[in-house]
C-alpha cells in the first residue's frame, strides 16, 4: 500500500471525525433552542418558580452552555449517555433496549431491497434503450417521486384495512415461526424498500453504464465476448467502487425513512424512541438518539469512501 493512498484513507477518515465533531455541536445547539423550559416541563405547569429554579440548578441548566456542551461531549466519548429526563433511567439502557429492533429492521430491508435493486439496475444496464430498461427507469422515477409517509399509509390501507393480510402495527417480540416474522416486518420492510431501491438501481445503472462506454469494455466486445461476459468480466469489477457508493447512499435514506415508518406502523426502535423524546422534551435522549443516525450515516458514507478508494486501480 502506497504512501499516496494511505494519506487518501487517512484524510477521509480525518474528515470523517472533524464532521462528527460539527454534527455533535450542530445537534446539541439544535436541542438547546427548542421551545420551552425543560424544568417547567417535567414539573408540570403547577409547579412553583422556587422548585423551577431548584430543578434548573440539579440539572446545571444554569451552567454557560459551552461547558455544558463538553460535559455533554465528554459523556457521549467515554460512554456516559447520562440519564433519561422523563424516563429517570440510563438512556444507555433505553437505547440498548430498541438498538436491537432498528438493527432488524435495517438488515431485513438490506436483505430484501439490495439483491433486487442491485439486479434491476445492473439488467437494466446491459438491456438500456430496451423496453425493459424503459419500464425500469419509468417505474425508479415514479417511486422517487412518492414520499415515504403516502406509502405506508397506502400500504396500510390495502394491507391492513381492505385485505386484512398483515397488522396495521408492527410489534418486534418473540419470532416463533418464519410466518410471523413475515407478518411483523413485511409492512415496514416494504416501505423502506421503496425508500431506497429506486436510488440504487438508478446510481447503480449509472455506474454500470459509464464502465461500459469505456475503451476496454469496447475492446472486449470487438473480440467477440458476450455481452454478459463482458459485463460480468469487465465491466462489474471496475463498477465495484461507484456500485459500493449507491448501496451506501441508498441505505442512508434508511435513517431517514425509518423515523415516518416507525412512527406510523409503532416500531419500538431507536426512531420511535427519538420521536417520543421530542414529545416529553426529554433532551439528553434527543441528542443520543441523533448522534447514533449521525454515527451510522457518517460510517456508511466513509466506508463507501474507502472501498472506492481501495478499489480503483490507478491508487493501488
Request: hydrophobic share 55%; charged share 10%; aromatic share 8%.
Amino acid at each position: 500500500m502506497n504512501l499516496h493512498l494511505l494519506s487518501l484513507l487517512g484524510g477521509r477518515l480525518l474528515v470523517a471525525l472533524l464532521t462528527l465533531l460539527i454534527v455533535s455541536f450542530v445537534v446539541f445547539c439544535a436541542t438547546q433552542i427548542l421551545p420551552g423550559d425543560v424544568a417547567e416541563v417535567l414539573l408540570g405547569q403547577a409547579a412553583t418558580p422556587e422548585a423551577v429554579a431548584g430543578l434548573r440548578a440539579a440539572m446545571h441548566l444554569n451552567d454557560p452552555a459551552i461547558l455544558r456542551f463538553f460535559r455533554w461531549l465528554g459523556g457521549m466519548l467515554t460512554g456516559d449517555l447520562g440519564m433519561s429526563y422523563a424516563n429517570n433511567r440510563p438512556i444507555a439502557e433505553l437505547i440498548a433496549g430498541r438498538l436491537g429492533n432498528s438493527l432488524q429492521l435495517a438488515a431485513a430491508t438490506a436483505l430484501f431491497s439490495v439483491p433486487i435493486a442491485l439486479a434491476l439496475g445492473i439488467t437494466s444496464a446491459m438491456l438500456r434503450g430496451t423496453l425493459y430498461d424503459r419500464s425500469v427507469t419509468m417505474a425508479t422515477i415514479t417511486v422517487i417521486s412518492v414520499p415515504e409517509f403516502m406509502i405506508a399509509t397506502a400500504g396500510v390501507l390495502v394491507f391492513a384495512v381492505w385485505l386484512k393480510w398483515l397488522p396495521a402495527l408492527s410489534f418486534a417480540r418473540d419470532i416463533r415461526s418464519f410466518g410471523e416474522m413475515l407478518r411483523i416486518y413485511a409492512m415496514p420492510v416494504f416501505t423502506l424498500s421503496f425508500v431506497i431501491s429506486a436510488q440504487m438501481i438508478r446510481m447503480s445503472r449509472a455506474a454500470v453504464v459509464e464502465t461500459l462506454n469505456t475503451p476496454y469494455v469496447e475492446m472486449a466486445q470487438l473480440k467477440g465476448a458476450s455481452r454478459t461476459r463482458v459485463v460480468l468480466r469487465h465491466a462489474l469489477p471496475n463498477a465495484l467502487g461507484p456500485i459500493v457508493n449507491a448501496v451506501a447512499l441508498s441505505l442512508s435514506y434508511l435513517l431517514g425513512g425509518v423515523i415516518i415508518v416507525e412512527t406510523i406502523f409503532n416500531y419500538p426502535g431507536i426512531a420511535k424512541l427519538m420521536v417520543d423524546a421530542v414529545a416529553t422534551r426529554d433532551l439528553p435522549l434527543i441528542q443520543s438518539c441523533a448522534m447514533i443516525f449521525c454515527v451510522v450515516y457518517l460510517l456508511l458514507i466513509t466506508t463507501a469512501d474507502v472501498i472506492a478508494i481501495l478499489s480503483n486501480p490507478k491508487l493501488r
